[in-house]
Every structure is written in structure tokens, then in C-alpha cells.
């Protein structure tokens, strides 16, 4: 199978006729291939979103006639939930009942976003008192136009749904790029998309490596909006793009999240919810808490009860029934976690727990759920990211201790508190320099809440109405309401 790009309603080949191989990283065997789109397939795609918004009748429906396309969206996505989860499980390595909830959400996420937009169109026309009677002034909200939408692969179909539903709810016209790894299930979207009654042009799906496809959409002097989830590096390179024509961009980027432990909190929930906030997905989550700070008394405990329970963890191929633990991504994924690992062996920083290939899995991607404990605080595996199932522990004495261990990070995307105290939790939450603070749990999120980060982990906000209004220019009408004359000629 070599998958096509979608450009003007059409599927079609790329200009140059590449192709990208797509590896199950359960198996290391290729199953698939997908279109290598380059700069002219991109300004086709950008050219054809560029006349549907400019020309077309997308822009200019009602928010309720945008939103009964939107549910067919997301009606056509649950009648192929599992066709498009198996998919993502190939494609990805995450467990089956993982992809399952992802492709729900994006099934969600649709609905949500055609109740939020009708609401919010009803709403539509605030009226300004400018303290002067002579004039009547009024907002509206003008849909921003072309949008450039960059995703990575951890969240395949979901992270681009993120950006597709509020875009095409505001009356956007878009070009999606998923990352050259994950692309199958952005594939199907457009399937879905060219059936549902998305007039042509208006969404278009271009499949390729960074350099050669996203570089030139975020480089594309008719793009007037980029959104982009993915990493620091990447996210600076689409920053200076748009800083070139002064487009507008919103950027999720990574994170290193801690996660709190208070030595009231009950241990048992503690490590299931550490786990689930370092483990799930492959621990390949933005915001995994891999960073957990135990209050000094209960250290001990924790700690040996995370070790164990971190064994206990079923690992494998992702289609089978009972897998915790999937493969990571790709080779260059798995090289570049155990990477972090084998440089802090060589500092002396042993892990806790794993560390190592699973001795009964030799082909696929396959790595232990890694734990280190009493990390230094100026080593690799404490800073920076690793994208990958790996968590570092350390004790804490006081409160104010735990919150200047967990905000001396560059990231600030997510953060854990627990405690049975929930004042102390709350005023926890309220001093962390995160975008998300999830208290008593980790990882939980929502259609309707604002999701995004501080600091090196982005600019902006997805999801809830701050998600809608990433796609919205403001724009007031003010006129003059009185039949005196002006008087500026009048001395
Ligand atoms: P990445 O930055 O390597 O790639 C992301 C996307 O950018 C891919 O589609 C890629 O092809 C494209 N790209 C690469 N180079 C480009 C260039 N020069 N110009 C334009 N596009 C280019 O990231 P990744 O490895 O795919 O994803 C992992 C990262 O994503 C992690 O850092 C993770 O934290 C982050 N992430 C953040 C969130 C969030 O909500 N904050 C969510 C998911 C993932």
C-alpha cells in the first residue's frame, strides 16, 4: 500500500513521485508507504486551501452548516474507530485499548468543537461602550484564514485533530503535514474529510519528511497561521519562519514534568498514577511526569514499590491482549532513549529499575520501564527530555523545597501534585510554573480545558475555546452614529 496526498479534494501522487517506507516498530518489517510530498506539492496544497478560503463557501457558511459537517466527521470516525486504531498501533507501537481512546477523543473533539462554534456564533457580536455616544463599536470574530498545521507522530491522528477540528469549526482552510513516522491515520482523516461534505481545497493532507515538506509550508508566504506541536528545536526553526512575514504561530513543544509526592498521600494510588504519568504511550506524552519529587519519609517506600510495580509491567506488540508497554516509535527513537540511559550509566547514575531491552523481546523496538533514583540535578536524564519510558526520582524535605525543585526546569508544560491536604495542593498548584497542574492524578485532559505550556514549552493554548480562538483574527466594527458633522475642518 503507498498512501496518496490529498490536495483539492482529490487524492493524488507527489510531483516527484517518492515515496517514505513506514516500519511497525513491533516488528521492524515495512507494511506500508507514504507519499514524499516536496515544495511543489506543498504550494499546490497551500494554493488550493489559499483559493477555498478566498473563493469558496466554507468561510462563508453558518457556524451551525460548518457544524453538521463536523459531526459527520465524527460520526464516519467511530463507524472506523477500530480500523483507524489497528492502524495507529502498527504505525505507532502504543497498546490497542491506547489507540482506542485516542481515536475516540478525535471523534470527540469534532462534536465539541461544532457545539463550541454554533455557541460561540451566537454570541458572536459583542457591542464596546468607547465612552462616546457618537459612536457604536462592535467585535466580531473573522475566521484567521490559511493554516499551516505541523504534528508529530506520539498522538498521530489526536494531535492533528487538535488543530483540524477548531480550524475548520472557525471556517479555516488547512494543510495538515503528520510527521514522515505516523501518517496512516491523517490519511484516513482525509478520507473521512472528503466524504463528510468538506467543500474541495478546504482541508489538505501533505505527507513527507520536515525538511522537504513542513519546511516549506511554514516557509509559505500565503499561510497566515502556523500551528505546530512537536519539538523545541523544530518549534524554534517554524517561530523564525513566521517571524520572516509576521504570521501568526502557536507552538506545543516538550516538557520534563515533575510529579509531587507529600508524604500524607497513600502510596499505592501514587505509584499507579507515576506510572501511568511516565509509562503510558511509551512515556512518548509531552507532558509525562518524568520527574517525581517524594517527600523525604515516604522516599524509601516509594521508591521500592515503583521498582516493583514498574516489573510487573506487560511489555510487547501492542496488538496483543494484556500489553501495558509497546514499542517505541522507531529505531531512531529507541537509539536516542537509551542514549540517555548509557550516558548516565557512564556518569555512575545507575537506573533503579530496567534500563535494558527486554531479554524475551529481540526484534522491535523494545525497552524496560526505566527508573532512576537520586539523580544529580545537573544531569542529562533530570534536564532534558527523553520522550520515552523513563522516570527520575527524587526526595524533597519541605514544600517550599518541592516547588523550587519542580520549577527549576526550562519546560513548564505540565506538573503533579499529591497530597490529602488539598489546600496545600492547591496552593502547590497555584505556585508551579506549569501551563496544566493535575492534582491527586497525572495525565487526564480534556476537550473543553485549555492545554499548553510555559516557558520553552510553547506559546499559546490548544483545546476548550482558547483551542477555537487560535483560529480567530479580531476585528472591530466602529461607527459613527450621530448626524453632527465631525467638525475637524471647524476652528
Ligand atoms: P519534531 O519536532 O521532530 O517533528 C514534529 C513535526 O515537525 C513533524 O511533522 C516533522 O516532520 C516536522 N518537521 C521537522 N523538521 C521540520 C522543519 N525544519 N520545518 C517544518 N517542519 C519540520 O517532533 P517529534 O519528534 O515528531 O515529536 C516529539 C516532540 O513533540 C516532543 O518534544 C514532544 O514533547 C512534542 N509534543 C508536544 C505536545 C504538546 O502538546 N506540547 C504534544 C505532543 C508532542
Not at 523545541?232 to 510529579?259: H, N, W, Y
Not at 492534582?439 to 482558547?466: D, H, M
Request: glycine fraction near 8%; proline fraction near 5%; charged fraction near 20%.
Amino acid at each position: 500500500m503507498t498512501t496518496a496526498l490529498f490536495i483539492n479534494g482529490e487524492f493524488i501522487a507527489p510531483v516527484q513521485g517518492k515515496a517514505i517506507d513506514v516500519i511497525n516498530p513491533a516488528t521492524e518489517q515495512v507494511f506500508a508507504q507514504i507519499a514524499a510530498a516536496t515544495a511543489e506539492d506543498v504550494d499546490n496544497a497551500v494554493q488550493a486551501a489559499r483559493g477555498a478560503f478566498d473563493n469558496g463557501p466554507w468561510v462563508r457558511m453558518t457556524a451551525a452548516e460548518r457544524g453538521a459537517v463536523l459531526r459527520n466527521i465524527a460520526q464516519l470516525i467511530r463507524e472506523r474507530l477500530e480500523m483507524i486504531a489497528t492502524l495507529e498501533v502498527q504505525d505507532n507501537g502504543k497498546p490497542l485499548p491506547e489507540a482506542r481512546w485516542d481515536v475516540g477523543d478525535a471523534a470527540f473533539c469534532f462534536d465539541y468543537y461544532a457545539d463550541l462554534a454554533e455557541d460561540m456564533a451566537a454570541h458572536s457580536e459583542e457591542t464596546i461602550d468607547v465612552g462616546d455616544d457618537r459612536f457604536r463599536c462592535k467585535v466580531v470574530q473573522d475566521p484567521v484564514g490559511v493554516v499551516g498545521a505541523i504534528v508529530p507522530w506520539n498522538y498521530p491522528l489526536l494531535m492533528a485533530v487538535w488543530k483540524v477540528a477548531p480550524a475548520l469549526a472557525a471556517g479555516c482552510s488547512i494543510v495538515l503535514k503528520p510527521s514522515e513516522l505516523c501518517s496512516l491515520s491523517c490519511v484516513e482523516l482525509a478520507k473521512i474529510i472528503q466524504h463528510a461534505g468538506v467543500p474541495a481545497g478546504v482541508f489538505n493532507l501533505i505527507t513527507g519528511y520536515g525538511a522537504e515538506a513542513g519546511a516549506p509550508l511554514a516557509e509559505h508566504p500565503l499561510v497566515d497561521k502556523l500551528a505546530f506541536t512537536g519539538s523545541v528545536a523544530t518549534g524554534s526553526r517554524i517561530m523564525q519562519a513566521a517571524a520572516k512575514d509576521i504570521r501568526t504561530v502557536s507552538l506545543e513543544l516538550g516538557g520534563k514534568s515533575p510529579f509531587i509526592v507529600f508524604d500524607d498521600a497513600d502510596i499505592e494510588k501514587a505509584v499507579e498514577w507515576i506510572m501511568f504519568g511516565i509509562f503510558w504511550n511509551q512515556g512518548q506524552v509531552c507532558s509525562a511526569t518524568s520527574r517525581v519529587l517524594v517527600q523525604e519519609n515516604r522516599y524509601p517506600a516509594l521508591l521500592e514499590r515503583l521498582c516493583a510495580e514498574a516489573q510487573k509491567i506487560t511489555i510487547g506488540n501492542g496488538m496483543q491482549s494484556g500489553i501495558l508497554l509497546g514499542p517505541l516509535v522507531s529505531e531512531g527513537q529507541y537509539q536516542k532513549v537509551l542514549g540517555f540511559i548509557n550516558q548516565a550509566r557512564e556518569q555512575g547514575i545507575q537506573p533503579a529499575s530496567g534500563g535494558k531491552r527486554p531479554a524475551h523481546l529481540t526484534t522491535g523496538y523494545f525497552l524496560q520501564p526505566t527508573i532512576f533514583a537520586d539523580v544529580p540535578l545537573d544531569s542529562a536524564v533530570w534536564k532534558e527530555e527523553i520522550f520515552g519510558p523513563v522516570v527520575c526520582v527524587n526526595p524533597f524535605a519541605t514544600e517550599a523545597d518541592a516547588i523550587r525543585l519542580a520549577n527549576a526546569s526550562e519546560f513548564g508544560l505540565a506538573a503533579a501534585v499529591m497530597s490529602h491536604d488539598l489546600e496545600r495542593c492547591d496552593r502547590v498548584a497555584k505556585a508551579l510554573r506549569a501551563g496544566i497542574v493535575w492534582v491527586n492524578c497525572s495525565q487526564p485532559t480534556f476537550s473543553q480545558a485549555p492545554w499548553g505550556g510555559y516557558k520553552k514549552s510553547g506559546i499559546g493554548r490548544e483545546l476548550g475555546r482558547w483551542g477555537l480562538n487560535n483560529y480567530f483574527e479580531t476585528k472591530q466594527i466602529t461607527a459613527y452614529a450621530s448626524d453632527e458633522p465631525w467638525g475637524w475642518y471647524i476652528q
